[in-house]
């Protein structure tokens, strides 16, 4: 079992930054992805970014060149700087991280938080 930890959000506004962090816990041995998503009410969550064991990163298209995700793995702590902010941006954002067990991918998800851009 892993269990994430979500930090950094907050209310802003437009054009402004925010750092998340997430902190994972548990069998953390296992884990070679983690990265952020975000939920709009009554809609599917979707990705926002990932960053793999070894570095490699995705992003979705509606944060390119405005986002960076990172990770320190001796913290086994995932980051995400949000700069250039937009009210569209407005939503909460779930941590996850996806472990291998018995060859099989497993996600685990954090409570989420609340990210507020506006004037």
């Known amino acids: 079992q892993v269990q994430l930890v979500e930090s950094g959000g907050g209310l802003v506004q437009p054009g402004g930054s925010l750092r998340l962090s997430c902190a994972a816990s548990?069998?953390?041995?296992?884990?070679?992805?983690m990265g952020w998503y975000r939920q709009a009410p009554g809609k599917r969550r979707e990705l926002v970014a990932h960053?793999?064991?070894?570095?490699?990163?995705n992003y979705a298209d509606f944060v390119k060149g405005r986002i960076t995700i990172s990770r320190d793995n001796p913290k086994n702590t995932v980051y995400m700087q949000m700069n250039s902010l937009k009210p569209e941006d407005t939503d909460v954002y779930y941590c996850?991280?996806?472990?291998?067990?018995?060859?099989?991918?497993?996600?685990?998800w954090g409570q989420g938080t609340q990210v507020t851009v506006s004037s």
């Open positions: 996850n991280a996806i472990r291998g067990v018995n060859y099989l991918p497993i996600r685990s």
């Open positions: 548990g069998s953390i041995f296992s884990i070679y992805t």
């Open positions: 960053i793999t064991s070894g570095g490699n990163t």
